[in-house]
Every structure is written in C-alpha cells, then in structure tokens.
C-alpha cells in the first residue's frame, strides 16, 4: 500500500522505544512531520537524526512524563504555530510494571501503570483534541492491548489500565460525534520490545522469556495497523484492531512449540 503523509502532523508519545519508535520511522519514510515525545530525550534525538538522514523528516522533540498533567499542558500550548495543529495523536506511551498478585502488589507499580496509561493518556488527549475540534480535523489513536480482553495472573492492574484505554476511546469517539475527527483502539498482543524488559525492572533474562519459542509480533506489525487506519477515506472510522501472533490465541494461551 502507499501513503502520503505529506503536510500530516503527527504526536507520537513514547517514541523513544518498540511501537513508537517503528511508527516514527513508518510514517516518515511516507513524508509525515513529526513530534516525537518521551521520557528519554538523547533516544529521540537519535531516532530524529535517522529520520531526517532517511526521509529528510522534520522531527520537534518533545520530551515529557506524560504523568506530569501541568508538563503535557504546558508543552503543547507551547508548541510552535506549524506544529500546533497536529492532525495524529498517537498516544502510544505505557509500560507494566511486576507481575505480582493483586493482594501483594506493590503500589508504587499501580500508581505508575495507572499515572501512565490511563492518566497520562487523558492528559494528553485533552492537550491536543481541543485544537482538533477547532480546526474540525484530527484523528486520535490509542494503544490499548489484549490485556483489555484476558485478564491474567499478576496481570491485572495492568489490565485494568487497558481496559480503561478501550473505555477512553469509546468515550472518546461518543464525545466527538458530530465533528470529522476519528478514534482508533489498537489492541496488540505480544510484540517484542523494551515492554517485558520495563515490566521485570530490567531482568533480561525473565523478559526474553515472555517470547519464548513463539514469534512475537513487531513493532512495525502494529506501526503497520495504524498506517492503515490514518490512511481510510474520512468517511471511515477504524474504532478497533484487535491483532495477536499467529502463535498466540489468549492473553495466556501461547504455542512454543518452537523450543530454542
Ligand atoms: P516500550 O517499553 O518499548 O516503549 C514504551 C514507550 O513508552 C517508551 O518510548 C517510553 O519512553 C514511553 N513511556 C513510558 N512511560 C512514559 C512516561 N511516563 N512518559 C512518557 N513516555 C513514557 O514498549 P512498547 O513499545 O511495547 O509499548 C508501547 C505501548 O504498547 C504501551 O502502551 C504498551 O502498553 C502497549 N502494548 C505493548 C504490547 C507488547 O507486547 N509490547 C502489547 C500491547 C500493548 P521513555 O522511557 O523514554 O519515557
Ligand atoms: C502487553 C502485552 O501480554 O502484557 O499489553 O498483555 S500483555
């Protein structure tokens, strides 16, 4: 398929890493100019030198917590006046972290799963979807997950912040009703990223374990959905694409048949 992005500005939040990162590079090689934003400023930096030596991308970094309401506020007012009228926000910045039961769970885990997923994420859409409405045009594309879907063990605070991803987004396109501007849940199952690597507090070994004799899906898998949702004709709203492994059927019904 082939795109023109040409013109599209497009928010990009955790772009420093896996989805984010694969999407940056995808919607740059079709001519989108960028804002990409995370935690971690020298990876967007890097990512954003690529960019402009592949596809001579323009790229502004915007490098934020989106736990920080009064940042995220504060930035996008602050935009320059080419990038303010972003007409993508991809509110892709989440983690896990632990896998620990609900009645052992460590709270400074819940506070920044939910401060992260949920809060961040409403943090940041109603910075950038009031400009939407104004100029009538936008589109909104959360990254939900198929923790939406199976809840399992240990797994469930995170679960519950996509669920709430998927809630928001369906809120989201109810309060929209009656403007042009479209919203999408991207519902994911395993993709191999820093994402276990955040979750194990930096315990590689348990991480590369979760894809274990199984093939995972990408970040370009998903980078590839949302090309293909921002890209129908107006008419059409993509409100969810639930996309799993082939070797996946669950959130914990996984085939490793392939032992390595
Ligand atoms: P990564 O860990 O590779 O990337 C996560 C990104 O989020 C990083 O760029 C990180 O940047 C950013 N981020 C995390 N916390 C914050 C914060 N407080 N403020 C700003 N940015 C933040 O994982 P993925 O690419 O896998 O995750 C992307 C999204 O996809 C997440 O929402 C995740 O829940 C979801 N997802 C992932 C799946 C998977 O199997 N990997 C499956 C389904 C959904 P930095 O640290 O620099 O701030
Ligand atoms: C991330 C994938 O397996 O933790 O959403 O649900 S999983």
Redesign the pocket.
Known sequence: MSFDLSNRTVLI?????????ACAQQLGAYGARLIL????KE??QALADDLEQSYETQTLLLP????NAEDVSVSIEGLPKPWKEIDVLIN?????RGLDPQQSGVLQDWE?MI???VK?LLYMTRAVVPGMVERQAGHVVN?????ARYTYPGGSV?CAT?SAVKVLSEGLKIDLLGTPIRVTNI????????????RFKGDTDRAKNVYRGMK??T?DD?ADSILFAISRPAHVNISELYIIPTDQSSGTLIDRRVES
Do not use: C, H
Not at 37 to 40: I, L
Not at 64 to 67: E, N, S
Not at 143 to 147: E, K, M, Q, T
């Open positions: 939040t955790g772009a420093s890493s896996g989805i984010g990162a934003s995370a935690r971690r990876k967007l934020l917590d989106v736990q892709n910045a989440g983690l896990s920044e401060d992260t997923n961040g990254i939900g997950s198929i923790a995170y996509k519902e994911p199952g395993l993709v191999e990223t820093e994402f276990s690597n955040v995972a899906l970040p998903i």
